[in-house]
Structures are given as structure tokens and as C-alpha cells.
């Protein structure tokens, strides 16, 4: 049985953060016309916070610095089991500002974090993209590699690309 813990203290972190840097950047870019300026006001749109779990058992940290592509193998070798690639920001166990950072979630929204399996994250706040054409294969992640995220911020998403699970903003 898995026990999941929700902090909505280190959300509320994360989700701050997100608003904050919105705010900055507003005026900064020339996205006129665009479906997002930026990815942060792509994750305040479509952002979802994902509960935190232990990891499975027999789960151990895959490679340091390497979210994107652990969470995308790992989502697409036990995607039989429902577990689906997301990114976004999570803030890690004893640091105090978010990163950017991939995952996988289950259908119920809860994490599973091949990456930091020793020591899960204390806030997830991001998107589950349910096309595995969209995940990563070659080290970078959706929305942080320019020319993943450039047509998703111009154009947007089809809308049931990402998975509704994990609780709303």
C-alpha cells in the first residue's frame, strides 16, 4: 500500500514561484498572438499538483541530472502499468526553491520519480503529456528544450494531450 503525502506548504512554494516569474517576464517577449508567452503561463493554465508518493520498491535513482530521459524510459517500460511522463517544477528534499524537473505520474496523480527515488521531491507541479510521441528520447525535456516548447507556447496543445489527473491549481 502506498501512503501519499501532500505539502501544501512546499505547493504553495512552487506554484509562487510559477506566478512570480510569469509576472517578471510579461512585456519581455514579443509572443503577441501566441497561446503562452512563456512556459510558466503554460503550466499556471494547464499545471496540475501531483501527490507525492514512496517509490516503488523495487525502484532505485536512476542516472543524477538526467529527469528527462529516466522519466521517459521509465514511463514508456512500465506504461502497461498506467504511468505516464510529466515535467514541470518540483522542489527537492532540503532545497528551498523549485526546479525544473520530469517525473512520471500514476492515473490517480500521484509520483513516481525514477530520478530522486531515494529521497522524492516535496512538491510536483506540471503537466502529463499522455502522447508517448511527445516524451522525450535524447536527454531533453518538453518544455525546457526551445524547439520542443516553441510550438507548443505559439500554438498550444490539442486538447487531450495532456492527462486531466493530479489536482488543479
Request: contains cysteine.
Amino acid at each position: 500500500m502506498i501512503t501519499p503525502i501532500v505539502d501544501p506548504l512546499s505547493e504553495g512554494a512552487v506554484a509562487t514561484y510559477l506566478h512570480d516569474v510569469a509576472r517578471l517576464a510579461e512585456g519581455n517577449y514579443d509572443t503577441d498572438g501566441w497561446a503562452f508567452p512563456t512556459l510558466y503561463h503554460f503550466l499556471l493554465s494547464h499545471g496540475r499538483r501531483f501527490t507525492v508518493s514512496p517509490p516503488p520498491p523495487d525502484l532505485t535513482g536512476m542516472e543524477p541530472r538526467l529527469c528527462y530521459s529516466n522519466a521517459a524510459r521509465y514511463a514508456r517500460e512500465h506504461r502497461s502499468e498506467g504511468l505516464v511522463y510529466a515535467e514541470g517544477f518540483a522542489l527537492p528534499d532540503g532545497v528551498d526553491f523549485p526546479l525544473a524537473h520530469a517525473w512520471c505520474i500514476r492515473a490517480d496523480g500521484t509520483v513516481v520519480d525514477p530520478t530522486w527515488a531515494d529521497t522524492p521531491g516535496r512538491a510536483y507541479i506540471g503537466v502529463a503529456f499522455r502522447d508517448p510521441q511527445r516524451w522525450p528520447y535524447d536527454g531533453g525535456g518538453i518544455l525546457q528544450d526551445p524547439d520542443r516548447s516553441y510550438p507548443l507556447l505559439k500554438d498550444g496543445l490539442p486538447e487531450d494531450s495532456l492527462l486531466p489527473a493530479g489536482r488543479p491549481l
